[in-house]
């Protein structure tokens, strides 16, 4: 296989492949069909970039956006409850909780639990963390993530904000990585395999002989 490089969006492949390709469409039959080599309508374009636009335009946030201390603070208030205490079972507790804690949030939080789901054991590590912070921790429960069963304080640095007297960065995850990163990355990916894909083809200019077939 010959690759040529100097116009790439043109076709990619040396004229030697390109004309073993023709005539190999020439001696197929496809159902009685023919192989004409048309370029991708440009209705099929439009519909491919519209489904990407939409896809960034309403899935904000699904990926990337990661765990904070601050969504399973209701989780750790209720935690020890007498309601709670009374059930046996594991996951009987963190489904009460779900429960609870789920019917009274806003959308964004639900969305939240829904993607970053924990289990009662879970909640039993990262609990006494949430604890030290409310009782005395230096930034707000919001800029601590929860990775595991650990709370750590996030590695984002954004704008400066007053905190106990002096300025500080926010550890605040940015609007913009909450999965737009990731997915600009992977389409990418998509598009740059579409077109070495499509352009190892012949150039749609070059038709095979039908009237060989």
Known sequence: MGWKFDQPLYCLSDDKEQKEMIEHWEKEKHGGLSEGNNRLPMPLVLIMALIILTAFMITMPIWGQRPTAD????????????EVQQIA??????????????SGADSR???ALERHPITWDDLLNIAPGIREIQNGGLYPLSWYNVIGDR???????GNYVEIGGKLVRERLQPWWDKGYTIDVFYVTYFIITMIIVIKQLPHFTRKPDIGRI
């Open 151 to 157: 709370i750590v304080l996030a590695n984002f640095e």
């Open 109 to 111: 939080l639900q969305g």
């Open 89 to 102: 079972d594991p996951e009987k507790k963190i489904e009460y909780l779900y429960n609870l804690v789920y």
């Open 71 to 82: 969504n399973f603070k209701e989780f750790v208030a209720n935690m020890n409850s007498p």
